[in-house]
C-alpha cells in the first residue's frame, strides 16, 4: 500500500522533540480517521495517537500522553505527530495508519491501511 508515506523520523537526544509528517493520497484522507502506532524492538506494536477527520477527537496511549501531540492539515492531507521529551523507550519503528471510524484507531487501536513505517531512535 503506496497511500500513506511518513516522514521526519530520525535519531535525537533524550529529552528531545521530533516531528513526523505522514502524508496520505487517500482520496478519502479529508474524511479517515489517522492514528499512529509504534513497534519497539522486541515488542508487540503499540497505540500511540489517533484523531479524527474533523480533528474533534483525539486519543493517547497512556505512554505518551502529555508529551507527544496529534494533529493534521486536510488541506495538505497530513497527519502530525509531535513528540517531545523523548525518551529511550520511545525508541520504535513508528507507522502511519488510516481508517474510516475513528472509533476503529482510537479504541480498538488497528486500521485498515497502514504506511511502512519509520524509524525513531532516542538515545542517552
Known amino acids: 500500500q503506496v497511500e500513506l508515506v511518513e516522514s521526519g523520523g530520525g535519531s535525537v537526544q533524550a529529552g528531545g522533540s521530533l516531528n513526523l509528517s505522514c502524508r496520505s493520497s487517500r482520496s478519502t484522507f479529508s474524511k479517515d480517521a489517522m492514528g499512529w502506532f509504534r513497534q519497539a524492538p522486541g515488542k508487540e506494536r503499540e497505540f500511540v495517537a489517533a484523531i479524527s477527520w474533523e480533528s474533534l477527537s483525539r486519543y493517547y496511549g497512556d505512554s505518551v500522553k502529555g508529551r507527544f501531540t496529534i494533529s493534521r492539515d486536510n488541506a495538505k492531507n497530513t497527519v502530525y505527530l509531535n513528540m517531545n521529551e523523548l525518551k529511550p523507550e520511545d525508541t520504535a519503528v513508528y507507522y502511519c495508519?488510516?481508517?474510516?471510524?475513528?472509533?476503529?484507531?482510537?479504541?480498538?487501536?488497528?486500521?485498515?491501511?497502514w504506511g511502512q513505517g519509520i524509524q525513531v531512535t532516542v538515545s542517552s
Open positions: 495508519a488510516a481508517d474510516t471510524f475513528i472509533r476503529t484507531v482510537g479504541i480498538d487501536h488497528t486500521a485498515r491501511f
